[in-house]
């Protein structure tokens, strides 16, 4: 579980995935994901809508409820600050804290006192830091299925990411909603993943806030690791 949260958050890859869980539940019960570009004029404007709203952000908070591929259902906090921040707390009695610094993913397990860190690298994790990165490099739209058929749907943007050095990271889509109370219009509502031996692990985002005060101690960790006495 622990190895399958980091995944999901610190890589990507283009494919298939049911993108019915990362758009709030009701909004398109027959939304799925196929693994196809967009036309090259509506893929580029969903691109540039997305990189829009990614740079008028400076922070967010949202509430968060990552379930993997055994429907082992984990809640928290999410709190983002530019540049490089990011921090998933989870809900008490869950052991694990994960903190971005921009360059690298930190994972504390407090129950076994352990630290390991990930490189962020080019992932849609990298997207949501650094919206100054040029994102048509390594993602791309892809289209919805609705009612049996691949087309566009207006309110619904899906970006999917690819590291061809990592496919042992898994596969992503992200969801956008097209909506006025967000940033350009458009607000993440949450990612998909697919790691290479099959897992699904989908996190929904809610209760999202825009450019609110948020302390630059909120990125801070206890690091359970005992302390050498030099």
Known sequence: MQRTIILTLAVAVAAPLSAQKIFPQGTSPQLGAVAAPNGPVIAAAQLAQVQAHLRAVTTMTANFSQTDTNDKTLTGTLTLKRPGRIRFQYAPGVPLLIVGDGKALTMIDYQVGQV??????????????????????????????????????????????????????????????????????????GWSVTDAQGGQTTTLLSNQRFNVPVSDSSFTFRDPRPQTRR
């Open 116 to 189: 390991s860190r990930w490189p962020v690298g080019n992932s849609p994790l990298a997207i949501l830091l650094d919206p100054d990165k040029d994102v048509s490099r390594y993602v791309h739209a892809v289209l919805p299925r609705i009612g049996g058929q691949v087309r566009p749907d207006p309110n619904k943007i899906l970006i999917a990411g690819r590291d061809p050095k990592h496919p042992e990271f898994g596969e992503i889509v992200l969801g956008f909603v097209r909506t006025p109370a967000a940033p350009a219009g458009v607000m993440l509502t």
